[in-house]
């Protein structure tokens, strides 16, 4: 019965999860790292979760395919695609908690800059995708879920609506080629893990197509909101499970 209930639960914290990145961009990782832990434990969490992310990113782009922005893609991968080896390096045995607090205070301090006048008139240069990209390439692979991190810099670079979700998802899904490379050289993908990775990364795939569809109802001015809900709840979840 146990058993039957984890796997219950895996399946609808991966669609649910990757349901909502498919609406707001992210919200896969933060949904669903938390079961996968608790199933499968840390060390196959996240490489199955890494499998699972790429199917995902893989069909979000192919889905918002004609609004991609090729610029933020290029300089993003300049400073995520070397940084997510470092990270995956990292990751191999080492104590994530305290980093995973400190991501959850500075996610929610930005949030709060942004809603004071100061933040609303902040813009971003397409260079500073190079250090948001560094940023997000290293916490992807040693936190597993540096979604909500980005976001805020895509918004505020002017993105919105399917150009975000296809570019943003673009750049993660590079970010776990690199990652996979080291998590299998370092014996982390198991048979197991690669069958349990390709299974949910197959749900994760229909979930995304899931939030296409939701996102072609949601009106423009209401996207903010659900990205800024969205990044509350996420910052308060990263505080939570530390």
Not at 118 to 123: A, D, K, L, S, V
Request: cysteine-free; aromatic content about 12%; hydrophobic content about 60%.
């Amino acid at each position: 019965m146990e058993e039957l209930i984890q796997i219950a639960a895996v399946v609808i914290a991966v669609t649910v999860g990757f349901t909502i990145a498919g609406v707001a961009g992210f919200g896969g990782g933060v949904v669903a790292l938390p079961v996968l832990v608790w199933v499968f434990g840390v060390r196959e969490a996240i490489p199955i979760l890494t499998i699972s992310q790429l199917f995902s990113t893989t069909s979000r782009v192919w889905l918002h395919r004609e609004h991609l922005n090729w610029q933020v893609v290029r300089y993003f991968a300049i400073g995520s695609v070397p940084l997510s080896i470092l990270g995956s390096m990292v990751f191999v045995s080492i104590n994530t908690t305290v980093l995973v607090r400190i991501l959850g205070v500075m996610l929610l301090l930005f949030l709060v800059y942004t809603r004071l006048p100061i933040g609303r008139n902040f813009t971003m240069k397409l260079w500073g995708f190079i250090p948001v990209g560094a940023g997000t390439g290293f916490g992807s692979a040693f936190l597993g879920i540096p979604g909500p991190f980005a976001a805020v810099f895509y918004l505020a670079y002017g993105l919105a609506a399917s150009a975000y979700i296809g570019t943003s998802s673009l750049g993660m899904g590079m970010i776990q080629i690199p990652k996979l490379i080291v998590f299998g050289i370092n014996d982390l993908l198991t048979l197991r893990v690669l069958l349990l990775g390709l299974g949910l990364g197959v749900i994760a795939a229909i979930a995304a197509f899931l939030g296409k569809l939701i996102l072609g109802r949601v009106p423009e001015r209401v996207f903010p909101i659900i990205i800024t809900t969205m990044l509350f709840v996420s910052g308060v979840i990263f505080l939570i499970r530390a």
